[in-house]
């Protein structure tokens, strides 16, 4: 079985010994290149995870390969069957991508992955937007350090995969990086030692 759902149960009696014996299926695997949108030049470093239909909602990943310095990337994946592709550059200079050139999970072209194959999925991203504020006390105008910055799907809870933050430092600032051109909503966090809102 490839999940904890479906597989077959055992018994085991006190004293007892029970023989189980199990195979494995040849390795199922996805690979690709992972370069940039304009230029085509590879993306050293960027990575892709196998993630559910669902996209990263469950938090649940599949397996997990990043590119090397020509762009290619090669993944072994825990399971068969229909997947997504997220493609994420972990510098934030580029915006996250999902197999299918799509910005959004349920956009998303889904690839199916089979064992003892490599399954193809390459992504083009485009250069990520960057989205960067400064946080003062509404008393005495000055920086607030240590708030931190998460990013939204429009106004939603759905947390933005593929994103990079920097909290704020002693003058305020933060900055979201790797963001992709749709609507967000942002939610700004205060330390809990601060004593804000």
Same mark, same amino acid.
């Given at each position: ?8 149960? #055992?018994?085991?009696? +006190? ?11 040849? +390795? +199922?695997?996805? /690979? ?15 990575? @892709? ?15 997990? %390969? ?10 072994? /994946?825990?399971?068969? %069957? ?7 550059? &972990? ?9 299918? %050139?799509?910005?959004?999970? @349920? ?7 089979? /064992?003892?194959?490599?399954?193809? +999925? ?18 005495? @105008? ?6 931190? &910055?998460?990013?939204?799907? /429009?106004?939603?809870? *759905? ?11 002693? *003058?305020?600032?933060?900055? #979201? ?17 601060? %004593?804000?809102?």
């Amino acid at each position: 079985a490839s999940s904890h759902a479906t597989a077959s149960t #055992i018994e085991v009696a +006190a004293g007892g010994t029970v023989r189980v014996d199990d195979h494995f299926k040849p +390795a +199922a695997k996805v /690979a690709g290149r992972v370069t940039e949108a304009k230029t085509r030049r590879p993306v050293s470093g960027s990575c @892709a995870t196998l993630l559910p239909l669902t996209g990263t909602d469950t938090g649940e990943e599949f397996g997990s %390969g990043c590119a090397d310095e020509t762009g290619a990337y090669e993944l072994t /994946a825990s399971a068969e %069957g229909p997947f997504l592709v997220l493609f994420t550059d &972990p510098s934030g200079r580029f915006a996250p991508e999902y197999s299918g %050139g799509a910005t959004t999970a @349920a956009k998303a072209k889904a690839v199916t992955v089979v /064992a003892g194959r490599t399954t193809t +999925a390459s992504a083009a991203l485009d250069v990520g937007a960057v989205l960067t504020g400064r946080v003062i006390d509404s008393a005495t @105008a000055t920086g607030i350090a240590d708030v931190c &910055p998460s990013a939204h799907t /429009a106004r939603t809870w *759905d947390w933005l995969p593929g994103t990079v933050t920097r909290c704020s430092g002693e *003058d305020g600032t933060y900055r #979201i990086g790797g963001l992709t051109a749709d609507p967000v909503s942002m939610l700004l966090t205060p330390g809990w030692q601060s %004593g804000l809102a």
